[in-house]
Nanobody, 117 residues
C-alpha cells in the first residue's frame, strides 16, 4: 500500500510562488508515474501536471504551462510542484497521485493553496 503526504500549501499573494512536495512511502517510488491534480471549491478535480517514471517526461494542463514545473527526486521518494506567478484562480486543494505499473492509483489527502488578489 502506497501512502502519499503532500505539504507546502498555504496563503500567498497573487504573483507569488509556492513549492508543493509529495512524499511517498510503501512502494517503489521510482516505478510510479506521478501527477498533481487540484480541486477548487465547487469544482471537479482537474489535472495539473504529470511526470513519467521511465524518462521523467512531463505534461501540463494549459492553465499550468509556463508557470508550474513538476519534478521528482527518486532518492527522496518525492515529487514537487513549483508554482510561479500564482493567480487567485489557482486557489484549490492540490492532490498528489501515484500510478503504479500494475494499474493502481493512489491519492494523498491534499494540501490547500490559497491565492489572494
Amino acid at each position: 500500500q502506497v501512502q502519499l503526504v503532500e505539504s507546502g500549501g498555504g496563503l500567498v499573494q497573487a504573483g507569488g510562488s509556492l513549492r508543493l512536495s509529495c512524499v511517498a512511502s510503501g512502494g517503489t517510488f521510482s516505478r510510479y508515474n506521478m501527477a498533481w491534480f487540484r480541486q477548487g471549491s465547487g469544482k471537479e478535480r482537474e489535472f495539473v501536471a504529470s511526470i513519467r517514471w521511465i524518462d521523467s517526461s512531463t505534461g501540463y494542463a494549459d492553465s499550468a504551462k509556463g508557470r508550474f514545473a513538476i519534478s521528482r527526486d527518486n532518492a527522496k521518494n518525492t515529487v514537487y510542484l513549483q508554482m510561479n506567478s500564482l493567480k487567485p484562480e489557482d486557489t484549490a486543494i492540490y492532490y498528489c497521485k501515484a500510478g503504479s505499473p500494475y494499474g493502481m492509483d493512489y491519492w494523498g489527502k491534499g494540501t490547500l493553496v490559497t491565492v489572494s488578489s
